[in-house]
């Protein structure tokens, strides 16, 4: 399943609001994040500046963002966290996502390395 990685910046002096809204994400919101396809959702917060790197597995990020797009839950979340950020011009957080290229995965490595191996083994 493709990987996605992403930064925005908290207001360093809302980080601790930020930090409690996630605690307890609505059930409702959480429900939609399942049903849109977001799998092994993280978000990660640097406490010195609030640098927040968020990492997402989905078989398409566009797809999975348009379909919480469609969901009057999203609407709602993405209005109050708006306040959070800033560098996002008054947009929602969700659609300012800058996305990090990937340039190491462990797994994704061994795995070819493992391949490798094995067509030098049987040829």
Not at 6 to 12: A, G, H, I, K, N
Not at 46 to 58: H, M, N, S, T
Not at 107 to 119: G, I, V
């Given at each position: 399943m493709p990987r996605y990685c992403?930064?925005?910046?908290?207001?360093?002096d809302r980080m601790a609001e930020y930090?409690?809204?996630?605690?307890?994400?609505?059930?409702?919101m959480l429900a939609a994040l399942d049903e849109t396809g977001w799998r092994n959702y993280s978000l990660f917060l640097?406490?010195?500046?609030?640098?927040?790197?968020?990492?997402?597995?989905?078989d398409d990020l566009a797809a999975a963002q348009a379909a919480m797009d469609a969901t009057e839950v999203n609407a709602r979340?993405?209005?109050?966290?708006?306040?959070?950020?800033?560098?996002?011009?008054?947009?929602?957080?969700?659609?300012?996502f800058v996305l990090l290229r990937e340039?190491?995965?462990?797994?994704?490595?061994?795995?070819?390395?493992?391949?490798?191996?094995?067509?030098?083994?049987h040829d």
């Open positions: 992403f930064s925005l910046q908290v207001r360093p930090v409690e809204r996630h605690e307890a994400v609505w059930p409702e640097r406490e010195d500046d609030g640098l927040l790197i968020g990492y997402v597995e989905a979340w993405q209005a109050q966290m708006t306040e959070f950020f800033t560098g996002i011009d008054g947009r929602a957080p969700d659609q300012n340039v190491f995965n462990l797994d994704d490595q061994l795995a070819s390395s493992r391949h490798a191996e094995e067509s030098n083994r």
